[in-house]
Structure formats: structure tokens, C-alpha cells
T-cell receptor, first 113, second 112 residues
Framework: DTAVSQTPKYLVTQMGNDKSIKCEQNLGHDTMYWYKQDSKKFLKIMFSYNNKELIINETVPNRFSPKSPDKAHLNLHINSLELGDSAVYFC????????????FGQGTRLTVV | DQQVKQNSPSLSVQEGRISILNCDYTNSMFDYFLWYKKYPAEGPTFLIS?????DKNEDGRFTVFLNKSAKHLSLHIVPSQPGDSAVYFCAVTWAGSYQLTFGKGTKLSVIP
């Protein structure tokens, strides 16, 4: 049973399209996150949700919008995709903030052409 | 401006020997430090952590050392095994934080 699962694993799409990446965790964690790993391999926080409330919203274009229908899900919607959005996006979850172990999904490789 | 630096992008070690991965951070506000391991096409997995009140934490073959005055931590793997070949990320945070700040990673190759 996968603890943090995200779909799809690969996503190839054209510039200007709108796409979503879904994330679900079955660990009962209160906090979920989206991270982006760019071409330089840095993993950077994008959003953090605690009990369905947005806690962190780093400097991310407002074309990116997270949506948390419940504690177990945190989806990422991206509007008007640009070439520079190509990256690997990781969902993660943890209990009570990140001082405890965070569990990551397998990643979604987004390629914008 | 990198707050967490892993200056060695790669490291090769013979099986059975010690692997030492290093990490430097810039902000003394950070008080909790973690190492994550990542295989290709998978997400990072938590390996070991240490809080600022300690200078060493050990878990089996893995030991993390923290030098607060130097703002430096290291991960020792002994003995190294081929299955340890992966990218290792150092991450830092502080009490009550909801984010991790990652280094760029070090790719470890353990040669049989």
C-alpha cells in the first residue's frame, strides 16, 4: 500500500494548457506539501497545507493553485502552462509539521512542449 | 542564495569502506537536520535526523554528526553497500516550521 501516491507519474503537455496533478496520502497525516525539483536539482517548497488550511505559499506564480478537498488529498492545478514549468513535482505529507519524518510521493515529471 | 550547500555533487566509494557526505548551512536559526535518500524515479525517503541539542545520532550503519559552531553536518555510512548508491539530500528546518530547505544533493556510488 503506497503511503503517498501522486498521479500521473509523467505528464507531457503543450504550452498554454491547464493541467492537474493529484496527491493522496493514507497515513493520517495532518500536513501535506508540494515541492518542485527543477533542472538544477534543487527541491523547493511550493505549498504547505495543515488540516486543509494553507500554511506556506512560497513565491510561486498564481497560475499554480493547490486545492485540498480533505486532509488526505492535496491536488495541484496549473493554468496556462509555460516551458519553465517543466520539472518534477513531489507531493509529501507529515504529522505535525516537518520536524518529523516527511513521506514523499514518487514524483510527477511534467514536460511542457 | 543557497542556505544549504552540499559541495560535492558526487562521491564514489568502494564497497565495505566508509562514505562521508557533507552539508553546510548558513542560518543558525535552523535547529533540526535531516538526511533523505533518493533513488531514480522515486521520491526522497527519510533516512536519519538530528536535533540541535545533540551532536551525534546513530541508526545502524548510518550516523549523522552535527557541528553547530561550524554550521556543518555530515552523514557517515559504514560499511557502504552497493544498495546505498543513490542521491543523498541534506535538509534543514526549525521548530514548528512547515517547510524543509534542501541541499542540491550528493550522488553516492558504491562500487562492488
Amino acid at each position: 500500500d503506497t503511503a503517498v501516491s501522486q498521479t500521473p507519474k509523467y505528464l507531457v503537455t503543450q504550452m498554454g494548457n491547464d493541467k492537474s496533478i493529484k496527491c493522496e496520502q493514507n497515513l493520517g497525516h495532518d500536513t501535506m506539501y508540494w515541492y518542485k525539483q527543477d533542472s538544477k536539482k534543487f527541491l523547493k517548497i511550493m505549498f504547505s497545507y495543515n488540516n486543509k488550511e494553507l500554511i506556506i505559499n512560497e513565491t510561486v506564480p498564481n497560475r499554480f493553485s493547490p486545492k485540498s478537498p480533505d486532509k488526505a488529498h492535496l491536488n495541484l492545478h496549473i493554468n496556462s502552462l509555460e516551458l519553465g514549468d517543466s520539472a518534477v513535482y513531489f507531493c509529501a505529507s507529515s504529522q505535525e509539521g516537518l520536524n518529523t519524518e516527511a513521506f514523499f510521493g514518487q514524483g510527477t515529471r511534467l514536460t511542457v512542449v | 542564495d543557497q542556505q544549504v550547500k552540499q559541495n560535492s555533487p558526487s562521491l564514489s566509494v568502494q564497497e565495505g569502506r566508509i562514505s562521508i557526505l557533507n552539508c553546510d548551512y548558513t542560518n543558525s536559526m535552523f535547529d533540526y537536520f535531516l538526511w533523505y535518500k533518493k533513488y531514480p524515479a522515486e521520491g526522497p525517503t527519510f533516512l536519519i535526523s538530528i536535533s540541535s541539542i545533540k551532536d551525534k545520532n546513530e541508526d545502524g550503519r548510518f550516523t549523522v554528526f552535527l557541528n553547530k559552531s561550524a554550521k556543518h553536518l555530515s552523514l557517515h555510512i559504514v560499511p557502504s553497500q552497493p544498495g546505498d548508491s543513490a542521491v543523498y539530500f541534506c535538509a534543514v528546518t526549525w521548530a514548528g516550521s512547515y517547510q524543509l530547505t534542501f541541499g542540491k544533493g550528493t550522488k553516492l556510488s558504491v562500487i562492488p
